[in-house]
């Protein structure tokens, strides 16, 4: 399949480029060539035309309209299937949110709901312009049928703990989901928490990750009563007690890191672990500001994230870009704080790289074709000074025109080609609350 889209700006998020007018060349679900359309490009195919002339062969040509090609975003903390208890359990602390009513609903879930309730999760994301999502939850064989099917990318986060699971299913797994580079699917070491998973567990975790050199994933430090428990059990910081136990060798991430201590940055910059912000859960449960200008100050990479539709409640990343840079300008009492192209580089290329996904980070030739047109003739996005500080500072959901993943147009001007209709999809969700939550939905 070979595709052009001409007639565009376009950010291949390169450093040091900056936006330009152009077209993409796309085969085969990777970027050929992205630049000027007076250049003839890596990806021309040519046929004999009538009069003997050499002509560009293409599937599929799409006029842009003027409209800016970029990146899709990278949802780096997330947990699809949670799509059924969007709006259910609000105005909780985390804790109690958590056990009294997290856990109890979850645990009532069979496979066929995560089915569904990922392809729910997946029609939100690609509204959002958002091509890939790592996801941490149970029941993976579920979420991987239903991102496939819809083809979408998907990273799979381990979710061990004490409650379930076990390091044999999570070796079977990696090595299962790595197997195909060419795949939509792939998998990285991880585990809930810390608090939720005992110190031999989290033992064998480190010597699965020592044995495949592979960095690891946790959430961590997201309240201050997890960080003072933590010191209680044992005399550290959950992120010094987890590198003690051999956990960051290869790197890795935390989902949250709100938290922290000076030796916690100390350890993340010599580890060369990310972290991965989740600013609208962290507010609504909340449970702080994390420190974002300080990780960009230290070169510690910073990626953005959701986390679930039950803590948030939507999946959006044009809101958490927005409350990324707001929130940081506001702790800090400085309006410079964490600029519009930083945050974008978060929600893209950090994004993909924190989730292994460096094939996925721009667009640029011999990269995957991972890709939203946003619509630039829309009020919110007029005048044109600055159309990267627009996306943060003013865009939103009701700007992608378009999101393609490997090539493939997913989601187009309001509609989904992800091989269902939508009312199947809501439906299926619909039955899965009733069975489960019954009375107490509302």
């Known amino acids: 399949m070979r595709t052009r ?54 599937d599929e040509e799409m006029d842009a309209g003027g409209n800016l090609i970029m990146p899709g975003f990278k949802n780096a903390h997330t947990h699809s299937p949670m799509t059924f208890l969007r709006s259910y359990a609000d105005d909780m602390k985390l804790q109690e949110w958590l056990y ?45 049928r239903a991102a496939e099917e819809s083809g979408f990318r998907m990273v799979f986060c381990g979710d061990l703990n004490d409650f379930g699971g076990t390091v044999g299913d999570m070796e079977r797994d990696y090595l299962a989901y790595n197997k195909d580079p060419e795949s939509l699917l792939s998998y990285q070491i991880g585990f809930h ?38 010191r209680e059990r044992s005399g550290m910081t959950p992120v010094a007690y987890m590198d003690s136990l051999g956990l960051f060798r290869h790197g890795g991430g935390l989902f949250h890191g709100v938290h922290m201590d000076e030796d916690d940055f100390r350890i993340l910059k010599e580890r060369g672990i990310c972290v991965v912000t989740n600013p609208a859960s962290n507010l609504k449960l909340a449970s702080g500001i994390a420190p974002v200008k300080r990780y960009l100050d230290l070169g510690i990479p910073v990626a953005i994230g959701t986390d679930g539709p039950a803590s948030n409640n939507c999946l959006d990343m044009f809101r958490e870009m927005f409350l990324v840079t707001g929130l940081q300008k506001v702790v800090c009492n400085d309006p410079e704080a964490v600029p519009a192209m930083d945050v974008l580089k978060m929600a893209t290329v950090n994004g993909a790289r924190a989730m292994g996904l460096a094939g996925c980070d721009t667009l640029t030739a011999g990269k995957r074709a991972d890709l939203i047109l946003i619509d630039l003739s829309q009020p919110n996005m007029q005048p044109l000074h600055h159309i990267e500080k627009n996306i943060v500072y003013s865009g939103s959901k009701l700007n992608v025109k378009m999101t393609m993943i490997n090539g493939r147009i997913l989601y187009q001007d309001g509609v989904f080609r992800i091989g269902e209709k939508p009312e199947t999809i809501y439906e299926h969700a619909e039955q899965t609350v009733r069975r489960i939550l019954g009375d107490d939905e509302s």
Request: net charge negative; with cysteine; glycine share 6%.
């Open 5 to 58: 889209i001409y007639n565009a700006r376009i950010l291949t998020m390169e450093e040091g480029r900056a936006i330009f007018r152009g077209e993409l060349q796309i085969e085969d679900g990777k970027i050929l060539y992205a630049g000027p359309s007076d250049c003839q490009g890596t990806a021309a195919r040519t046929a004999e035309g009538p009069g003997g002339e050499n002509q560009t062969v293409w």
């Open 193 to 230: 928490a810390e608090y939720t998973t005992s110190r031999r567990l989290m033992e064998e975790i480190a010597a699965l990750a020592e044995n495949y050199q592979a960095p690891v994933y946790v959430h961590c430090s997201e309240t201050r009563k997890e960080v003072e428990e933590c």
């Open 100 to 144: 009294d009513k997290v856990f109890p609903a979850e645990a009532k879930l069979t496979e066929e709901d995560v089915y569904w309730l990922t392809k729910l999760a997946v029609m939100e994301y690609l509204t959002s312009g958002i091509t890939a999502a790592f996801d941490m939850y149970m029941k993976k064989a579920d979420s991987a």
